[in-house]
């Protein structure tokens, strides 16, 4: 039964988490789930936005399903647990459509770093972030101490990640990790994703592939995706390909 469900509303996809026992806690068919729906939304022409949000009132995500990997030997943990999820992760945060969180309740360790992954976040009054990892004797695996590193400032992150300090939305908010904070702040999201309809979505895109390659994400596969693009829209690219497809030597107008 699936956890992680996408629903697709016009020109807004919702990737919803549904696991309310666990309160979101991600396990092996989660991510799975998660990936799938990742590849979904990037074959969607249509989707403009695509929200990140819980079904549960309780929690956003309270990160990993310990009883999913506390059994795992060194060697499995490492490699088919923190490698896969992060792998999964910087999956959505470079997905090509923008993507905001809506952070209604606590979003702790994994949910954190999920959250992170989005563009944007918007944040309810109570909820709360935290990085809780060392207190179960494990770090953050899933971007915690990477992507985190760009988005909070150092000192606070070991705030975070050392101390076990949560953070609220009013200091989330004044850190620039949380773009708004809302008592409605999936009602927030929806108008934000809105204003994208005046928007072109090819500019929208190549925008986030600049912003990433500037920031390190993904940096390698931005810059030539740009490149890519760019070289696409040629005429040399069209007088290529049909030269090759006429078996005969091209000549590249350099335009």
């Excluded at 949000?53 to 956003?60: D, I, L, Q």
């Excluded at 949910?111 to 944007?120: F, R």
């Excluded at 620039?176 to 108008?191: M, Q, R």
Aim: some cysteine.
């Amino acid at each position: 039964m699936s956890a992680v469900h996408l629903i697709l509303d016009g020109a807004t996809a919702h990737v919803v988490l549904d696991n309310p026992a666990k309160l979101n806690a991600f396990t092996p068919d989660m991510l799975a789930q998660l990936e799938a729906h990742c590849a979904t939304l990037e074959r969607s022409p249509d989707i403009r936005a695509v929200i990140l949000r819980s079904e549960s009132t309780r929690a956003f995500c309270a990160g990993a399903d310990i009883k999913a990997w506390a059994g795992l030997s060194p060697f499995d943990f490492a490699r088919a647990w923190v490698r896969e999820g992060h792998r999964i992760f910087d999956r959505l945060a470079r997905l090509s459509k923008p993507t905001i969180a809506v952070i209604h309740a606590p979003a702790f360790g994994g949910g954190l770093e999920l959250a992170a992954c989005c563009d944007i976040r918007v944040m309810a009054p109570g909820a709360t972030l935290a990085l809780p990892e060392a207190q179960v004797g494990i770090v953050p695996g899933w971007s915690g101490t990477q992507r985190l590193a760009r988005l909070i400032p150092e000192p606070v992150l070991k705030e975070m990640a050392l101390f076990g300090r949560r953070i609220d939305a009013a200091r989330a908010h004044g850190l620039g990790f949380v773009a708004e904070v809302a008592d409605d702040p999936l009602a927030t999201a929806l108008g934000i994703a809105g204003g994208l309809s005046h928007a072109s979505p090819r500019a929208v895109e190549v925008a986030k592939y600049q912003i990433h390659a500037a920031v390190g994400e993904d940096r390698a596969a931005m810059i030539e995706a740009l490149g890519g693009g760019m070289i696409g829209a040629s005429q040399d690219k069209a007088e290529g390909v049909q030269a090759f497809a006429e078996k005969r030597k091209p000549e590249f107008p350099g335009a």
